[in-house]
């Protein structure tokens, strides 16, 4: 059962376009949702996060915006820069107090994002 | 030098030998995981470590053990490799609950 989905395989953008990449999640007990990039070759690097109090996180050119009534979760790039080639990972897990278990991160399959000059 | 090193990069072995991956930190976090990825099925979690004393499976946990060497040290074993389980293997660290800190990962081949 797959409680972190992102439908997208790939996401293809033109330079300085927006890149809007999707993530949907089942389990209601998550409360913490982060956004991971990672390039060929190396690992997955923290990029952004949200809490559950909040709908909207924003650093720079990333935003990320989360709809708990639905679901979902999305990560908002703009403008779009070819450096931004790579695959977005959406994870999530339950912050709170519950237990040592719930902390560890469930993950996405991923979106590879192309960005073309 | 890196936070979180994992050794070695990369990794031909043949089926049915022993295997151990290594993983170390100088970030001084409490917790350690391994994931694998596999094209299309993202990053899955293997096993994890709150502490030394503390090893837990994760969902694909079948054909693997690791050891709790010491905080920083969080080592992967094969016992007998096979080919499905050709893949690339991060190592990650968090404190507490905060977000993850991975290796750059360890590209292993079964033939």
């Known amino acids: 059962d797959q409680q972190v989905k992102q439908n997208s395989p790939s996401l293809s953008v033109q330079e300085g376009r927006i890149s809007i990449l999707n993530c949907d999640y089942t389990?209601?007990?998550?409360?913490?949702f982060l956004w991971y990039k990672k390039y060929p070759a190396e690992g997955p690097t923290f990029l952004i996060s949200?809490?559950?109090?909040?709908d909207k996180n924003e650093d720079g050119r990333f935003t990320v915006f989360l709809n708990k009534s639905a679901k979902h979760l999305s990560l908002h790039i703009v403008p779009s820069q070819p450096g931004d080639s790579a695959v977005y990972f959406c994870?999530?897990?339950?912050?709170?107090?519950?237990?040592?278990?719930?902390?560890?991160?469930?993950f996405g399959k991923g979106t590879l994002l192309t960005v073309n000059p | 030098d890196a936070d979180v090193t994992q050794t070695p990069r990369n990794r031909i072995t043949k089926t049915g030998k022993r295997i151990m991956l290594e993983c170390s930190q100088t970030?001084?976090?409490?917790?350690m995981y391994w994931y694998r990825q596999d094209p299309g099925l993202g990053l899955r979690l293997i096993y994890y470590?709150?502490?030394?004393?503390?090893?837990n499976k994760g969902e694909i946990s079948d054909g693997y053990s690791v050891s709790r060497q010491a905080q920083a040290k969080f080592s992967l074993s094969l016992e007998s490799a096979i080919p499905n389980q050709t893949a690339l293997y991060f190592c990650?660290?968090?404190?507490?609950?905060?977000?993850?800190?991975f290796g750059s990962g360890t590209r292993l081949t079964v033939v």
């Open positions: 994870a999530a897990h339950r912050w709170a107090n519950s237990g040592g278990s719930n902390y560890k991160l469930t």
């Open positions: 949200i809490s559950s109090i909040k």
């Open positions: 990650a660290t968090s404190f507490q609950g905060a977000g993850y800190t």
């Open positions: 389990n209601s007990m998550f409360d913490y």
């Open positions: 970030k001084g976090h409490d917790r």
């Open positions: 470590s709150f502490d030394v004393k503390d090893i």
